[in-house]
């Protein structure tokens, strides 16, 4: 394997006393199209403010295309393109003007700037708004005009920080089908809020929370995981239990008291197989009310919510203030 597209080792930055990033590593190959995902606060427009120079780390080290982000930003920026969240752009200039201007800035050849302006606009919708001032276009176009930026220089690696924010639905499915198009031919990474865009176009998952790497995993093994069965039993819970237990090909994951005699069950099959209807018979056989039997298979929103949730109450219970020195308990 060659060198990476983008390389993360124990990146940290502090802003004053607050740790924005904690000691985060990760690695995309070329060609990837990774989804860097965490609610609000987790670190991960930081990361991506590092990763395109904007902003130095306080430790640890990224190289893109094999360049240091700190001691060779130039050479960075010649192979990134970066869709920030917020885009900057001059209100005052035209679509087409704005984007020959940047082209200049970024070396693209003048026997080809124009045609390469011209595929940016195709593939980015904006060809019908090209003479437009910036300052009049919606957040919507606003946002492709960024993209259609950011591609310019056909960079090898592209940085996406919300892509899709500010569409609409026919715009989003639009944008999503330029970007899974992009991978392969270019290295992205990509950030949302939006789940089910990830799962459209990603290939792999990065989920970061309070400035840590909490998951890495490839959607295809994350669609391989194992789902679990809810069973909700009417009968005595410690037989039921017990019997349950019996199913050597089952295990208990969980279970919750609802009634004195109405328990469910969260179990997971050990060889793989559907349980189900096995499952419903048993109970029925046992003279016992099956009220409810489900199947919950992975998904990335319900594995996301899980690691977020999991990583907020691990970092509640390991808490623990320490009084400054000289204060008394009260």
């Not at 349950?244 to 069950?265: G, N, P």
Request: proline share 6%.
């Amino acid at each position: 394997m060659g060198t990476p597209a983008i390389q993360v080792e124990n990146l940290s930055k502090n802003f004053g006393p607050v740790l924005a990033v904690d000691r985060v590593s990760f690695t995309v190959q070329p060609g990837e199209l990774v989804g860097f995902l965490g609610p609000n606060g987790a670190g991960k427009s930081t990361c991506m403010r590092i990763l395109t120079t904007w902003l130095p780390a306080s430790s640890g080290s990224a190289r893109l295309a094999g360049f240091d982000v700190m001691y060779e930003s130039m050479e960075v920026r010649r192979r990134v393109g970066y869709l920030p969240e917020s885009i900057p752009l001059y209100p005052e200039m035209r679509v087409w003007e704005y984007l020959h201007y940047r082209a200049r800035i970024k070396g693209v050849e003048r026997s080809k700037r124009n045609q390469r302006i011209d595929y940016c606009m195709e593939r980015c919708h904006i060809r019908e708004v090209r003479n437009r001032l910036l300052g009049t276009l919606s957040k919507g176009y606003r946002q492709r005009v960024g993209l259609a930026d950011a591609l310019l220089a056909d960079p090898p690696i592209l940085i996406l920080d919300e892509p899709t924010s500010g569409l609409d639905p026919v715009q989003i499915g639009e944008t999503l089908t330029t970007i899974k198009e992009l991978g392969g031919r270019h290295t992205v990474l990509l950030s949302t809020h939006i789940l089910p865009e990830v799962e459209k176009v990603c290939e792999r998952v990065i989920i970061i929370n309070k400035g840590r790497i909490m998951l890495d995993e490839s959607l295809r093994r994350i669609t391989e995981r194992k789902p679990t069965y809810v069973v909700e039993v009417r009968g005595p819970r410690e037989l039921t239990r017990a019997a349950l237990r019996e199913h050597k090909e089952l295990m208990i994951l969980s279970e919750h008291a609802i009634e004195s005699d109405l328990t469910v069950f969260e179990l997971q099959s050990r060889d793989g197989k559907d349980p189900r209807e096995e499952l419903a018979r048993f109970i029925i056989q046992q003279g016992w009310n099956l009220r409810r039997l489900d199947i919950q298979r992975v998904n990335l929103e319900a594995l996301f919510t899980d690691v977020v949730l999991r990583s907020n109450n691990t970092t509640l219970s390991s808490s623990q203030p320490t009084p400054p020195q000289g204060a008394h308990a009260s």
